[in-house]
Structure formats: C-alpha cells, structure tokens
C-alpha cells in the first residue's frame, strides 16, 4: 500500500469505506498503486491497468483497456459514447461490491493479461468520421470558426464530431454546433469545463459532482 494513497483514503467522506475493500482486490492482483488524475490508479511496469473513483451516485472501478475485455458476465458500462477504450463497473453498495468480489479480480486479471501480451484499441482516426452538413454550411458562412476548428487537436475535433453528429434532427445539429463555437473559438474542447477542470479526468463527471 502506498502511504500516500493511504492519506488519500482516509479523507473521503463518501464511500469511504466501500472503496477501500475495493483497493484491497484490486491490490491483491498485485499492481503497484500510484495516484493520477487524483484517484487512485494502478499500473504494471509503468502502464496504467485500473483506477478506481466515485461520485454522488457510485463508485466504481474504470479499466483502462476495458473494451478488450470479455466482458462475460456484462457488467462493462462504456461511460459516454466518445470513450473508446475505458470500461467501468459501478457500484452502489457494498453488498454490491462484495457479490462481485470475484468477477472484479478476474476481470483485473484479464486486463493484466491484455497489458502483458502488448494489445492496443484500435482507436478511430480523424478522417473516419462524419462532417454533418451543418457544420459544412458553418465553416463556409465563418473562415474564422473553420480555421479554429482546423487548429484544435484531433482528438478534440473528433469529440466534437462525435458529438455533432450524434444528433438524429438538423435543428439539433444546428444547435450543437452553436452552443459549441464559444468553446472551439476559444480553443477548448468539447470535455474542457470553462472552469478550468476537465470532464475527460476521471474525477469529473461534467456536473462537477465528483467527490475528489
């Protein structure tokens, strides 16, 4: 156990104690305990495995390259629809906790696994992804909104993209991207908070609800 971590734990104020016997299965499978993102996160020879972190409603284990898990018994929630390699389990009690004891450390295991045979996700590239029409119609009406959406990162462009065209209606779309130009003129991605935090932290879940 970290020293650390241990402080870390000892200050929680909600499930304080559920997530500890959490941190006892996962450090059973023997990872080396680390605080990132300020949560908890257990790695194997320098690469992030699990991390584990709550908030109002639960607690949960997030497993870094969770979409190569089996996943057998479907207990696997794909936080948003963005999120291509992440996979959780969430928890609301520890009964909860303690019925799953051990489908989490197979599960921790198989992800050790994964990590040691060197499988990467095979994440979607830039170019694979949709420019709806709307957004097209903007940047011809705006250079100044096309040459900032050129300018952000790929991968905060594919977050918008995602995001544009996940919208069934046009009207929708059309609202997106309007109520998203502030941010993109800015320079800001569709996770970044306007406070500064980011919602892609796993310590955020984008209402500033998170507990750490």
Not at 21 to 37: A, F, G, I, N, S
Not at 105 to 126: D, M, N, Q, T, V
Request: glycine share 6%.
């Amino acid at each position: 156990m970290n020293p650390k971590i241990s402080a870390f734990f000892e200050e929680l104020t909600k499930w304080k104690d559920e997530l500890q016997v959490l941190r006892t299965y996962v450090l059973d499978c023997l990872l080396h305990e680390e605080e990132k993102w300020k949560v908890p996160c257990y790695t194997l020879n320098g690469k992030n495995i699990v991390l584990i972190h709550g908030f109002k409603d639960y607690f949960a284990i997030l497993f870094m390259k969770g979409a190569l898990l089996h996943d057998s018994e479907n207990i696997l929630i794909q936080q948003t629809e963005n999120v291509q390699s992440g996979r959780q389990i969430r928890f609301t009690s520890m009964k909860e906790l303690m019925d799953k004891e051990a489908s989490i450390k197979a599960y921790i295991l198989e992800s050790i696994e994964i990590e040691k045979a060197g499988l990467k996700i095979e994440h979607k590239k830039k170019e694979e992804y949709t420019i709806p029409e709307e957004l097209t119609d903007k940047f011809n009406q705006e250079p100044l909104f096309k040459e900032a959406f050129v300018a952000l990162t790929p991968g905060r462009q594919k977050g918008y993209l995602l995001h544009f065209s996940g919208a069934k209606q046009s009207k929708t779309r059309i609202s997106r991207i309007e109520n998203c130009a502030p941010k993109i003129l800015q320079g800001k991605g569709l996770t970044d908070c306007t406070c500064g935090l980011s919602k892609r932290m796993p310590n955020c879940d984008g209402s500033h609800k998170s507990l750490y």
